[in-house]
């Protein structure tokens, strides 16, 4: 059984940092493309970065672009989520999604940015 559980979440001010973790069981992981979506309130959900796990190969919307770093842990099936510089429209549940054959998600880890 898959299960990708998502952790890091949480309030911070503006211009603050957090990383995000997404830890993988049951899933192929080295071979896997992981991405990072976000939903705010009343908005679709959005992707925000993604990783190839096997050789890192990465990608950034261009809203967190020169922000957010996407990084993996092949020995620990796990993916981060760096987010520096954050501003308050970066406040979102974050989830973790894995495809290898098909679409994997976390259940989601909520962002806020607030002074």
């Known amino acids: 059984q898959v299960q990708l559980v998502e952790s890091g979440g949480g309030l911070v001010q503006p211009g603050g940092s957090l990383r995000l973790s997404c830890v993988a069981s049951?899933?192929?992981?080295?071979?896997?493309?992981t991405r990072w979506y976000r939903q705010a309130p009343g908005k679709e959900r959005e992707w925000v970065a993604r990783?190839?796990?096997?050789?890192?190969?990465?990608l950034y919307a261009d809203s967190v672009k020169g922000r957010f770093i996407i990084s993996r842990d092949n020995a620990k099936n796990t993916v981060y989520l760096q987010m520096n510089s954050l501003k308050p429209e970066d406040t979102a549940v974050y989830y973790c999604?894995?495809?290898?054959?098909?679409?994997?998600w976390g259940q989601g880890t909520q962002v806020t940015v607030s002074s």
């Open positions: 990783i190839k796990n096997a050789d890192g190969g990465t």
């Open positions: 999604n894995m495809w290898t054959s098909r679409d994997y």
């Open positions: 049951g899933i192929s992981f080295s071979i896997a493309t």
